[in-house]
């Protein structure tokens, strides 16, 4: 069965700028992996229509499922939905049922301006959770979030288990060795064990070890054979620990 890969897209031009710093995709990169979801790309591109629509109509195309992040709400450069309706070839539509949340939540202050939240591209599906007042919306695989991190997070909250898969297998192995003696063995230990995705983190400020190697699968077996061979192929004594 293939993996449930994903891509993020943060769209702001406050992140390109560095008026903001993003901590939705940091979030979010921790978040898939606890799911079992293989995120393949992070994308931070400005609020431009075009750039929106050509890069989630490439990401959809590409990944299982898709998040934006920004650029939702009712200002000249909040252009996310018109970007994502492009992206899938649709209009923007009023949805009915936003409408009328919209209209009972704000009474008689109603306005064009508020109105435009209940804008979506035609055909997107309302997610409602529980936990959450407004719904989360949806076009095709692709999920529209806010910019805002404490709602981006409470929204992804309320829908996170949808998206829970087999989830990853993983080992670490901290050694003394040093990475460009063990490299050799471990493009041998990778071409052996071609299931597992083998990573190797130089360690240069801290004098208790020298190499933390990863070990991942989502078969747990084939995680624990690569590392039987990781640790035979290392020099005796210069294992520090394994995780």
Known sequence: MPDTTAAIVVIGNEILTGKSQDQNASFLIAELYELGVKLERIVVIPDDREEISRTVRDCAA???????????GPTHDDVTIEGVAGAFGRRVVRHPDLENMLRSHFGDGIDEVRL???????????????????????????????????LFRSKF???????????????AVYTLQDEFD?????????????????????????????????????????TERALSALLAILEPGSLVRTE
């Open 182 to 222: 063990i490299a050799e063995d471990l493009n041998r230990l990778a071409a052996d064990h071609q299931t597992v995705i083998i990573g190797s983190y130089p360690n240069f400020t801290r004098s208790d070890y020298r190499v933390k190697v990863t070990l991942e699968s989502k078969e747990p077996e084939a």
């Open 62 to 72: 590409r990944f299982s499922v898709v998040f934006t992040s920004g650029g939702i």
């Open 116 to 150: 435009r939240m209940a804008d979506v591209p035609e055909g997107s599906v309302l997610i409602h959770p529980a936990e959450s007042r407004w719904p989360i919306l949806a076009v095709e695989n692709t999920y529209i979030l806010p910019g805002v991190p404490e």
């Open 157 to 171: 909250a309320a829908m996170r288990e949808r998206f829970r898969v087999k989830p990853f297998h993983t080992r």
